[in-house]
Structures are given as C-alpha cells and as structure tokens.
C-alpha cells in the first residue's frame, strides 16, 4: 500500500510557551533596570532595559524606562529616539509624551517639545509637570526671538544674556551653545567662545558651525592662517555654511593686503604701505586685533611722511581697539615728541613702563619728562628765532636782530602797554643771548637744568642794558646812548646812524 501524506498537526503550545518565557524574562530585566535606576547606576539600568526590549520589543513601557536612563545620562537624541519608539506603540503613553516633550526641550526644539506637552494634557488636563514645562517651552521659544532680534541689531551681549537663560532649559541644544560662542567671540571673549565650540568638537569633531566658531576665535586674534585651516575643514563638512565661507574670504583677503602694506614698507615705498593699509582696514571692521595692528602700521608709514596728526589718531583709533597694545602707545608717544606735545608723551610712556618695566622703556620715559620739564622753561632759542643746533655767529646776528626790533627806546611813542611788552620781550632777548652765547650754560640749558635755580639770574646781576651795550660796542656801532632819567623807557636814548 502506498504511503500517503497527511498533515501532521502543529505544536502552537510550546511557541506560545516561549514568548510567555521571553515576556518573563523581559520583566525581570526590568525590574533589576528599575533597581539600578533607583541606585543612580544608570549606566547599568541602561544595559538591562536593552535586554528587556530585545526580549520583548513590543512593550513601549521599555522603551519608555530606556529614554529615562538615557536622559539621566544626559544622551538625549538617542532618549528622544525610545520615547517616540514609546509612543508609537502606544499612543497613549502619557510618560512617553512627557519625555519626548522633555528631550525636545533639552535639544532646543520648543514647538516640537510644547506639541508632546499638549499631548499629555489632553490625556491628563491636570497634569502640573507638564504644564510647567510647557511654559517653559513658551519662555524658551521667547529667548529665541530676543536673541534672534539681538544678533540682528548686533547686541550681542543681549544674544548672550538670551542664550544663557536658553541652556538653563536646552541644556544639549548644540544650536543654542554655538550662537552664544559666535557672539562671544564678536565680543571678544575668546577662551570663552573656543571653551564652547571644543566641548561640542569633542563630542562631535565633524560639527561645522563648531570648526566655523574655533576659527572664528583665531581669526580675530590674528592667527589667520591656523583660522583658514579651520574655515577650510568647517566648509569641508557643509560645503554650503555661508559664514565660513564669507570669514574665510576675509581672512584670506585681509592677510594678503596687509602682508603687501608689510613689503610695501620694507622696500621704503611709504605712501604705497599707507595706502595698503588703508584698503586692508576696510576689509572687516569686527577684526580688531588685527585692525589695531593695522591702524598701528599706517601710523608708522604715516610718521615717515611727516603726517604726524594723522599719525598720532592712528595710534589712538588702535588703542581704542586694544588698550594692551604696547606698541601703539610707543608709537603715539614718538609722535607727541615729535610734534612737542611732552605732557601727552610722558603720559604714554608712563601707561608702558608700568606694564613693561625694562630699561629701555623707562630711558623713554625720563627723556620724555626732561623735555617736558624744558619745555615749561622759556625757550630762549624761539626768543632768538633760530634752530636747537645754531651756530655761534647764528646766534649773535639773531639776538643784533631781535635786540634792535624791542629796544625800548624804538617803541617810545607807543602806548604804555606796547612799550610795557616790548621792554619784557627784550629783556628776554638778553636773557636767551647770555645763556646761549655762553657754552657752560648753553650746555646746561640743552641738558635741562633751571638756570634761575643755579643762580644764573640772581638779584640784580642781569641787566639787558649792559648786554646791549656789551654786544654793541658801548657809544661806538652808529649809536648814541643818554642814561638820563627823562628819556624813555630802558633809562637809555639810541638813534640809528
């Protein structure tokens, strides 16, 4: 007879067995999960709600524990990934509403967050945790607008105040950390903006806008060509990041212009640099530590063609920028020497040698105070008209000049006021003759000493008169001289011969 199949039964019992088994198994995960969770071992709580789902995959409360563990760890993307897992298998879940409502929140996306917060309210209208955090959703979405509005008005002091309060409620939003380090390093603030954009390098090394912001930094601290590289690698990651590609543009743009105002000046071509270097500042007015080092540079070309004003607001438009800047305040001081200018000069010099302490920077300084002190005595050379370095036959033709132009006796007939000053004017003339037509004295005049305090002009001793007739012979030279009392001012009478 021949064998004929038939259909053997199926064994449904045993399966269904099994999956009871594997529930089982799936809770007990759980509740040592629960155990380490209540114990902070999160990490471990972690471990055994994955074997719970990897027993029994179907159980959104699973899913829902992992996203607290993962939360507590601070791994928010990966716990907003379980919590919507929870929801979707079962809508219902008010916890796991609440936790994607939470992990939005904490990644910096309000509306999504304050949608799962109105979930949970309609499954629960009285449920007080999510309508805090709904609000808190609301406030969050506020200080966007705020820093949003700042930025675009540039205060971004304001943007950082917003995105402070912003990561008290998004504390992983990658989003929120890297405007606030942009704006603190348009403020200036570097270590702080490169401390942000390296913790979110180290969690993420491909992050564009992070790799944009380190560059940022270097940038405006005038390390251009490490910022490039960053620039470079940050467009390498989005090909399309508009800021990158603009501040590497610039920072390409700014280097080469001022690299040819550097060479310009080394080949002496003064007027060229000074151009350059004006080009170079118009290339991006937020750099300021390179744009100081520019003001600074156009400062120099500018004293070497003698536009010493210029110079000097130069110097000052650097300083403005970076008030450290020990060069610029060198460089106005220079320029207050040379333009005589001392108590503005002793006040530079004064600003370096407190901060830099070395021989050379406190002989400026005293060079400086000695020209000031100087410069509050009578400067017998502009009595005389004539240059620092005149000769000796320089100085007699100007004080016959001066002496004849302010003798008293030539400004008889004027009013009692003219004759008044022209009589001090040429006492003064005596005064500069007698000290400069003398070498000691001259010497040490030229080396600062108060003459008056020496002595030079004690008592009655000095007599313009005397040097007058001194320098001209007595009677002799084509002059008459008559001491009596009735004759005009200086107590003398001459006539040109």
Request: net charge neutral; glycine share 6%; with cysteine.
């Amino acid at each position: 007879m021949a064998a004929v199949d038939i259909d053997m039964p199926v064994e449904t019992e045993p399966q269904i067995r099994n999956q009871d088994d594997l529930e089982r198994q799936a809770e007990g995960f759980k509740e040592q999960g629960n155990a380490f969770y209540s114990k902070k071992d999160y990490s471990e709580a972690f471990n055994y709600y994955t074997k719970a789902i990897d027993a029994s995959p179907r159980n959104a409360s699973y899913y829902g524990n992992r996203a607290a563990t993962l939360m507590m760890l601070c791994r928010f993307r990966e716990a907003l990934e379980d919590s919507q897992q929870a929801v979707r298998l079962d809508d219902c879940f008010m916890k796991g509403h609440l936790r994607e409502g939470k992990c939005h929140l904490s990644l910096g996306n309000a509306m999504a967050a304050s949608r799962c917060f109105q979930k949970v309210l309609e499954l629960e209208p009285s449920n007080r945790e999510a309508q805090q955090e709904n609000k808190n959703a609301t406030t969050l979405l506020e200080y966007e607008k705020m820093a949003d509005f700042g930025f675009e008005k540039r205060d971004f002091r304001k943007v950082v105040y917003c995105m402070d309060r912003a990561l008290a409620l998004a504390s992983a939003c990658h989003r929120f950390k890297i405007l606030k380090a942009e704006c603190l390093a348009l403020l200036g603030r570097y270590p702080e903006a490169q401390s942000v954009a390296s913790d979110i390098l180290r969690m993420d090394s491909t992050n564009a806008d992070a790799l944009y912001v380190r560059g940022l930094c270097l940038y405006y601290e005038d390390c251009i060509d490490k910022a490039v590289q960053f620039f470079v690698q940050a467009l390498r990651m989005a090909p399309d990041h508009e800021k990158a590609r603009l501040a590497c543009r610039n920072a390409k743009a700014l280097k080469a212009k001022k690299d040819e105002g550097n060479q310009a000046f080394k080949s002496c071509s003064y007027e060229a640099a000074y151009q350059l270097y004006t080009e170079a500042l118009t290339i991006d007015p937020n750099n300021i530590k390179t744009n100081a080092k520019l003001y600074c540079n156009r400062a120099t070309a500018g004293a070497k063609l003698k536009k010493l004003n210029q110079a000097i607001d130069d110097c000052t438009s650097a300083i403005k920028l970076d008030d450290t800047y020990i060069k610029a305040y060198l460089r106005r001081a220079q320029c207050y020497m040379d333009t005589e200018q001392y108590e503005e000069a002793v006040r530079d010099y004064e600003k370096v040698y407190q901060t830099e302490k070395t021989s050379d920077h406190k002989h400026l300084l005293k060079t400086a105070q000695m020209e000031l002190k100087k410069s509050k005595r009578k400067d017998y050379y502009k009595v005389l008209g004539v240059g620092k370095n005149a000769t000796e036959d320089e100085i007699k033709k100007a004080y016959r000049k001066r002496a004849l132009m302010h003798h008293p006796d030539r400004h008889s007939a004027a009013t009692p006021e003219v004759q008044k000053e022209e009589e001090k004017k040429f006492k003064e003339v005596g005064e500069a003759f007698t000290v400069l037509s003398d070498p000691k004295k001259k010497i040490r005049y030229d080396n600062g000493h108060d003459l008056e305090d020496d002595g030079c002009f004690d008592g009655g001793d000095f007599d313009a008169n005397n040097i007058f007739r001194a320098f001209f012979g007595g009677h002799g030279g084509g002059f008459s001289f008559d001491s009596s009392p009735d004759n005009g001012p200086g107590n003398f009478f001459f006539q040109f011969g």
